[in-house]
């Protein structure tokens, strides 16, 4: 066995060589001989090169993998020795091989599973996972190798820790030297100064709940990195982990069974951005979208309003609401000033409506809509499993990721906003503004990344009362209620034409389910375009304001401030810059990347539905009875010309 691995070393040394020399180059140029250097290769390109070390790599990567090390080290010193003599670095003692299986045969289900499909037949195998991380391990220093000297024959051997016996060290019953002759020795003393440590770190990575179905309990497995992989990834990231499965006893307690829990040993991780993975948009894809706006060149507001009818199209209507998902889910663009001060990018919404208004109906669809979400209930939710919280594990405190954590990057949906505890609810505060938690718990100090959307819902507390603040009626903080860019107040008043208008399309919706299945009878924009118009437009339009808008939303945030008397909660600076991100929002809705004074305007209409009583338009009416106009554009412009004589900046434009 020890002569094969010796055969392989030189084809593999010439593989590295023939690709990878660059690699190996930027290696030697470092001045520390002593650190970890991790070495990528492409698992597809191997499999091209060499399909039979491709092939030994994947069946055996207990004994390959260091095979491969050792080929890369002997590889470096042939690189180095063919360098000139001014570019020469030092050598090198740690190389480590890190494999890549994107876009190779690997990326099967049955080499790549979800960690819910992990089984015993996967051991021993070369193996890939795609998870969220969870848990993050502090850092330690592990004993990975130490020597010892046969008294019988006085040659030395190595001894490795067993991961299976919880990283211990034990000896051999008998000397394990491969001589012509074993000699049987049973006594060994350690070799002094023979103790190689490597650093050492423990995560937990979680699949994730997008892709299970109803009622399944998302399953976790341990995953152990040594040298250049630690601190590679903290909670909350999305990884891809490519490693060896094996398994740990578990912690020995009396009277209790002892089990193997599973454990993947990586040879490479790296973290993904999940938006970015998951969603392919095509060049015919963006060719449609162009056209779509070609289309509706003469009149934008019906093209906006075609997209605007696919969210959440089972519920009719709520015109208003579905505007503020939209732009809510697109978000503005982040700044950043020369202090390095961060304004946030992402809006946050409200919906606050009585029973049966289809508000966790829009909730479900805006998580489809976003490509990393979680869902959430007021009740069912701790500060801790919002934020973060401490967990022991074998006397060693580690940091566990709640929802809004895990939502980095994506959305936050929280349902039965009102009831949260107010303890609970505070927590959220610096998630949502700053868009990062502050930890100090059990010695644990940090700082961790909520670049989250966060999405309420919440009933009023008892009948609503229009002559009270939205505080009142919601039981709610004003530091809270500003932090949200738009709140919704859907009050199901008693509207007989409406209720007609409703039940007429709910009873055609359930005529229309008997006789046909066809999407696209229903719904022109379906649900997979409709995400990738949201994340093409975050992804490429960065709008910028101009001079029009930008007189518009100072002149309506001056006067807002002058007559906030009702609802002082909501008319602070963050008013301003809410209207600045809803204006960014619907730029890049209507697919632009400059903000007009239509998107000025827009993002106006959408404050003043989140107030009880306006103090600039009564042309808002109950959101929840707000339509789609069969005229947007002439809608528009009634609108726009009110808004512009009370601001009292038509001279100004």
Same mark, same amino acid.
């Given at each position: ?71 890369? /080290?002997?590889?470096?010193? $042939? !690189?180095? *020795? ?8 030092? =050598?090198? +003692?740690? %190389? ?30 070369? /193996?890939?996972?795609?998870? $969220? !991380?969870? *848990? ?8 990975? =190798?130490? +020597?010892? %000297? ?52 423990? %995560? ?450």
């Amino acid at each position: 066995m020890e002569k094969e691995k010796e055969n392989w070393e030189m084809p593999m040394a010439t593989f590295l060589i023939d690709h990878h020399s660059d690699q190996l180059r930027s290696i030697s140029s470092s001045p520390d001989p002593n650190l970890h250097f991790p070495l990528f290769i492409d698992y597809a390109e191997l499999m091209e090169d060499n399909p039979r070390i491709a092939r030994l790599l994947f069946a055996q990567p207990k004994t390959y993998l260091p095979v491969f090390d050792d080929a890369a /080290l002997w590889a470096h010193k $042939i !690189v180095l *020795r063919e360098m000139p003599d001014d570019k020469k670095g030092v =050598e090198k +003692k740690f %190389i480590h091989v890190r494999i890549n299986i994107s876009g190779s045969p690997l990326e099967c289900p049955e080499t790549f599973p979800s960690i819910g499909r992990v089984r015993v037949h996967h051991r021993g195998i070369l /193996l890939t996972l795609k998870g $969220i !991380v969870i *848990r993050s391990g502090a850092i330690k220093m592990h004993e990975g =190798e130490r +020597k010892y %000297i046969c008294q019988k024959c006085k040659n030395s051997f190595p001894v490795y820790p067993e991961v299976e016996a919880r990283n211990s060290i034990s000896l051999p019953s008998i000397c394990p030297i491969q001589q012509s002759k074993p000699c049987g020795g049973t006594k060994f003393q350690y070799e002094e100064n023979t103790i190689v440590c490597h650093d050492y770190q423990e %995560i937990k990575i979680q699949e994730s709940t997008q892709v299970l179905g109803v009622g399944a309990i998302p399953r976790s497995i341990l995953v152990i990195l040594k040298d250049d992989l630690v601190d590679v990834v903290k909670a909350g990231d999305d990884v891809i982990v490519t490693g060896l499965l094996t398994a740990k006893w578990s912690p020995e307690l009396k009277d209790v069974r002892c089990d193997l829990d599973p454990v993947l040993i990586a040879n490479n991780i790296r973290r993904i951005n999940e938006l970015k993975s998951e969603i392919d948009i095509s060049d015919d894809m963006v060719k449609k979208f162009e056209q779509f706006w070609v289309h509706f060149k003469d009149s934008p507001l019906k093209g906006r309003n075609a997209i605007l009818r696919a969210i959440c199209p089972q519920v009719f209507g709520l015109f208003t609401v579905k505007l503020a998902v939209a732009l809510t889910l697109i978000g503005g663009v982040q700044h950043v000033d020369a202090s390095g001060t961060r304004v946030r990018g992402e809006s946050h919404l409200l919906l606050v409506g009585d029973p049966g208004t289809g508000k966790s109906q829009f909730l479900k669809f805006a998580a489809k809509l976003s490509n990393r979400s979680v869902i959430t209930t007021g009740l069912g939710s701790t500060s801790a499993g919002l934020t973060v919280t401490a967990v022991k594990d074998g006397g060693e405190w580690m940091l566990e990721a709640g929802a809004l954590v895990l939502a980095d990057g994506g959305l936050c949906c929280i349902d039965e906003f009102d009831s949260m505890r107010e303890h609970d609810r505070a927590t959220i505060h610096e998630a949502m503004e700053q868009q990062t938690i502050s930890v100090a718990k059990a010695g644990l100090v940090t700082t961790l990344s909520t670049r989250t959307t966060v999405f309420g819902a919440t009933n009023p507390k008892g009948q609503y009362d229009p002559d009270q603040p939205l505080s009142i009626n919601t039981t709610l903080s004003g530091p809270l209620l500003s932090r949200f860019d738009i709140v919704l107040v859907l009050l199901d008043t008693k509207n007989p034409d409406w209720d007609a208008v409703v039940s007429s399309h709910i009873l055609s919706e359930a005529e229309l389910d008997r006789t046909t299945n066809d999407e696209d009878l229903v719904n022109s924009w379906p649900l997979p375009t409709l995400k990738r118009y949201i994340h093409y437009v975050k992804e490429h339009f960065r709008p910028v304001l101009t001079r029009e808008a930008e007189i518009v939303i100072s002149s309506y945030y001056q006067l807002q401030r002058k007559s906030a008397t009702h609802n002082a909660a909501r008319t602070t600076v963050r008013m301003l810059e809410s209207l600045i991100r809803l204006a960014q929002a619907h730029a890049r809705l209507m697919f632009r990347n400059e903000v007009t004074r239509l998107d000025a305007i827009t993002a106006i209409l959408c404050i003043e539905s989140s107030m009880t009583t306006s103090a600039i338009v009564d042309c808002i009416g109950n959101a929840l009875h707000s339509n789609f106009t069969d005229n947007p554009d002439q809608e528009y412009a009634r609108q726009e010309r009110l808004i512009l004589e009370k601001l009292g900046s038509i001279d100004d434009i």
